[in-house]
């Protein structure tokens, strides 16, 4: 089966993108290993960035995890793992998580000072995304169509939603819209969605056969998905796209919708971008939305809606993710985390 996954494989090798598996792993003959302090952490390839309390949390590769009260002075917390680490969410100023390869997921309860170990299989895959529905239930997706849920607060973690699982996907994000139902994004244009809180599974049609990175509520109802080659769409009404059930998707039988008119049929409206590059995640600002990606690519939409249109700024390597704080805009990417000021 031919699959958009050589194609986006063979970007993450080139470090073009956000790293991701190629390839299933062997198993180590080791156990996790905790991570070196590096006196230039701050200079590692990071995949992510979110705001706890006070902090600003980032995290990346070789298990780096920083902090910073200012944007400028990062510190290393320890981290149990140097393996790469791709996603870090927090669910209020304290109790937080991170995810990574080996199916690595670590949790915090004193802002992301101190992190302990809840999962890591050296047989399983990459992590990319988390999800708490409440205290106890969570669920968290990944490479190759990882899926696990806990149901005690993080501290055991299954394998679940098995006909997803079956698709072999990567699944790059996980998100609760202001509906309850849940959308998970991912490779070969999978547009998964849950009425249940993840006790079935429903593939959306979908506008585009590339892989989806990331995902934004929009509205009561909607949601917005972008990902490769620039590629953004959003849709007013999930429920309203035409659905099946997971199990009897194929993927080989999706094919990327340019005539508008079909677009409609099927519940989605692109949304114009003059760039082609990839675009792997999104910061909510006051009155727009910012897209990073490729190349320092940073494109902007006013007032969330109408075209995307570019942002200069000093970034020249790849641009993963973004938060503002102390009312600057800091982004994390391939040469690691960079201040880009004031996005207008």
């Given amino acids: 089966m031919m699959r958009a996954t050589l194609a986006l494989a ?19 003959s080791v156990g996790p290993r905790a991570a070196l302090m590096a006196a230039k952490a701050q200079q590692a390839r990071m995949l992510d960035i979110t705001i706890a309390g006070s902090y600003a949390v980032a995290v990346g590769e070789q298990g780096v995890i920083l902090r910073s009260s200012d944007g400028k002075t990062w510190t290393q917390s320890p981290s149990p793992v140097n393996s790469m680490l791709t996603r870090v969410r927090f669910t209020d100023d304290k109790h937080g998580w991170v995810l990574g390869y080996s199916g ?28 708490f529905l ?15 849920e806990t149901r005690d607060g993080g501290a055991n973690w299954e394998a679940s939603a098995p006909a997803l699982a079956d698709q072999r996907l990567h699944l790059n994000s996980i998100l609760k819209l202001a ?9 070969h244009g999978l547009l998964a969605r849950s009425t249940d809180q993840g006790a079935s599974w429903k593939a959306l049609s979908s506008p585009y056969i590339g892989s989806f990175f990331g995902s934004v509520a929009q509205g ?22 035409p659905s099946e ?43 727009s939305r910012v897209f990073f990606g490729i190349n320092g690519t940073v494109m902007q939409q006013q007032n969330n809606e109408g075209a995307l249109a570019p942002v200069k700024t000093s970034a020249v390597e790849t641009l993963v993710h973004g938060v503002v704080f102390n009312n600057r805009v800091i982004a994390v990417g391939r040469q690691g985390i960079q201040d880009l000021g004031r996005v207008p």
């Fill in 134 to 148: 409440d205290a106890q239930h969570g669920l968290a997706v990944g490479g190759f169509g990882n899926v696990l």
């Fill in 245 to 287: 059930d997971i199990a009897k998707w194929d993927p080989d039988k999706q094919e990327t919708i340019e005539d508008p008119a079909k677009m409609a049929a099927l519940g989605w409206k692109k949304i114009e971008n003059p760039s082609r590059e990839s675009l792997f995640g999104t910061l909510q600002m006051k009155s």
């Fill in 179 to 187: 509906d309850g139902s849940i959308l998970i994004a991912g490779e």
């Fill in 220 to 241: 009561d109802k909607g949601a917005v998905v972008y990902g490769m080659r620039g590629n953004v769409f959003e849709t007013a009404d999930l429920a309203a796209c």
């Fill in 104 to 131: 690595s997921i670590l949790q915090t309860e004193d802002g992301g000072a101190t992190w302990k170990l809840r999962h890591y299989d050296a047989t399983q895959h990459a992590m990319y995304d988390i999800l």
């Fill in 10 to 28: 063979a970007a993450m090798l080139a470090g073009n993108a956000v790293a991701q598996e190629a390839a299933p792993q062997a198993a180590p």
